[in-house]
């Protein structure tokens, strides 16, 4: 899949050509800015051709208004601390709420979500698993006449624009932002002009990994001796990321970083390290839960999942009391150094 990473301002230009021209294709709003990360901010996702006014179903006036949630899995921390925020901020705000989850498959993911519309829920509330795929689901909810409220990973603009589908909102990590604050802690560490033979274990298939790559490799473009050697599609999965790193030092014995863009990620790329009885590499990346700060694991940057499901919920409720949602909220990471370990709930 094609993940066209554009600056705001060639965005805007682009915005304002296709007004010009009556184009249907979706135009992105605005980035917000990042919160504490200097200059770096994070590109904004297109929210799809929008109609003039988002849909209420009759569910959004019940006495307590029913809330869907999916979410790709529970076997990722990450996403076990956002159930239990969408849970506890459902209960907190007068809402019923159902969390499916799809054991990362994007078909059942689908499966799961048609039969959450059936039961004509308020609003949906969407982590989808790959970004392609989960234009489909979108679609879905929009034919439903159910408002899309979306979470952690950005839906594919393209895969929404093939298939005129429009989310309201989008709230996540600023994801670039984040691969810059890695970058710049390994330039604190190793030095501005350090020898840096850097491999990534990443996942292509989703925008927000792709944000976090290139945030680090255009900060760590400031210094002139690193290089980027390699990239392994480790999957969000630790299992599948402890191999494809095992598979990135045997064939680039050379490299002496790993850049791990999710928690699973980071959590394979130091076992992996580990079982070759390597501790030579240095490991910066997304954080593994609760996975101590300490010797080659260097540092990492985390996201707060539990608030993001809560934020979300928050956010349903504001709009039924009349907000205008922001099309985009993006959060602010907190990076954890050497002899600090991430609490529960703080991951990658």
């Given at each position: 899949?094609?993940?066209?990473?554009?600056?705001?301002s060639?965005?805007?230009?682009?915005v304002?050509?296709l007004v010009?021209?009556?184009?249907t294709?979706?135009?992105?709003?605005a980035?917000?800015?990042?919160?504490?990360?200097?200059?770096?901010?994070?590109?904004?996702?297109?929210?799809?051709?929008?109609?003039?006014s988002i849909?209420?179903?009759?569910a959004?006036?019940?006495?307590?208004p029913?809330?869907?949630?999916?979410?790709p899995?529970?076997?990722?921390?990450y996403?076990?601390?956002?159930?239990?925020?969408?849970?506890?901020?459902?209960?907190?705000?007068?809402?019923?709420?159902?969390?499916?989850?799809?054991?990362?498959?994007?078909?059942?993911?689908?499966?799961?979500v048609?039969?959450?519309?059936?039961?004509?829920?308020?609003a949906?509330?969407?982590n989808?698993?790959?970004?392609e795929?989960?234009?489909g689901?979108?679609?879905?909810?929009?034919?439903?006449?159910?408002?899309?409220?979306?979470?952690?990973?950005?839906?594919?603009?393209e895969?929404m624009?093939?298939?005129?589908?429009?989310?309201?909102?989008y709230?996540?990590?600023?994801?670039?932002?984040?691969?810059?604050?890695?970058a710049?802690?390994v330039?604190k560490?190793?030095?501005?002009d350090?020898?840096?033979k850097?491999?990534?274990?990443?996942?292509?298939?989703?925008?927000?990994?792709v944000?976090?790559d290139?945030?680090?490799e255009?900060?760590i473009a400031?210094?002139?001796?690193?290089k980027?050697?390699a990239?392994?599609?480790g999957?969000?999965?630790?299992?599948?990321?402890?191999?494809?790193?095992?598979?990135?030092?045997?064939?680039n014995?050379?490299?002496?970083?790993?850049f791990?863009?999710?928690?699973?990620g980071?959590?394979?790329a130091?076992?992996a390290?580990?079982?070759?009885?390597?501790?030579?590499?240095?490991v910066?990346?997304f954080?593994a839960?609760e996975e101590?700060?300490?010797?080659q694991?260097?540092a990492?940057v985390?996201?707060?999942?539990?608030?993001?499901?809560?934020?979300?919920?928050?956010?349903?409720?504001?709009?039924l009391?009349?907000?205008t949602?922001?099309?985009?909220?993006?959060?602010?990471?907190?990076?954890?150094?050497d002899?600090q370990?991430?609490a529960?709930?703080?991951?990658g």
């Amino acid at each position: 899949m094609r993940k066209l990473i554009l600056s705001t301002s060639v965005m805007l230009v682009i915005v304002a050509a296709l007004v010009l021209s009556a184009c249907t294709v979706p135009a992105a709003p605005a980035a917000a800015p990042a919160a504490d990360a200097g200059s770096a901010a994070a590109e904004a996702p297109a929210q799809g051709v929008q109609p003039a006014s988002i849909p209420r179903p009759a569910a959004c006036d019940a006495e307590k208004p029913f809330l869907a949630v999916s979410l790709p899995n529970m076997t990722n921390p990450y996403y076990v601390a956002m159930k239990q925020g969408f849970e506890e901020a459902a209960a907190a705000n007068g809402f019923t709420v159902e969390v499916q989850t799809g054991s990362d498959d994007d078909a059942m993911q689908l499966a799961q979500v048609q039969a959450l519309l059936e039961k004509k829920p308020c609003a949906l509330a969407f982590n989808g698993g790959k970004s392609e795929p989960a234009a489909g689901i979108v679609k879905a909810a929009n034919d439903a006449g159910v408002p899309v409220f979306t979470v952690n990973v950005i839906v594919s603009p393209e895969a929404m624009a093939d298939q005129k589908a429009w989310i309201v909102q989008y709230l996540g990590a600023n994801n670039k932002a984040g691969g810059t604050q890695a970058a710049e802690q390994v330039l604190k560490d190793l030095g501005a002009d350090a020898d840096l033979k850097i491999g990534f274990v990443t996942e292509p298939d989703e925008v927000p990994t792709v944000l976090r790559d290139q945030g680090l490799e255009e900060a760590i473009a400031a210094n002139p001796n690193a290089k980027i050697v390699a990239k392994v599609d480790g999957n969000v999965k630790p299992d599948d990321s402890m191999k494809v790193t095992t598979e990135l030092m045997q064939g680039n014995p050379d490299i002496n970083v790993i850049f791990a863009s999710t928690g699973p990620g980071t959590y394979g790329a130091l076992q992996a390290l580990r079982s070759m009885g390597n501790d030579k590499v240095l490991v910066y990346g997304f954080c593994a839960s609760e996975e101590p700060v300490t010797g080659q694991y260097k540092a990492c940057v985390s996201q707060e999942p539990y608030a993001y499901g809560q934020l979300v919920v928050e956010q349903i409720k504001a709009w039924l009391g009349g907000a205008t949602p922001e099309k985009e909220i993006l959060r602010p990471l907190k990076i954890f150094t050497d002899g600090q370990t991430p609490a529960p709930g703080e991951v990658g």
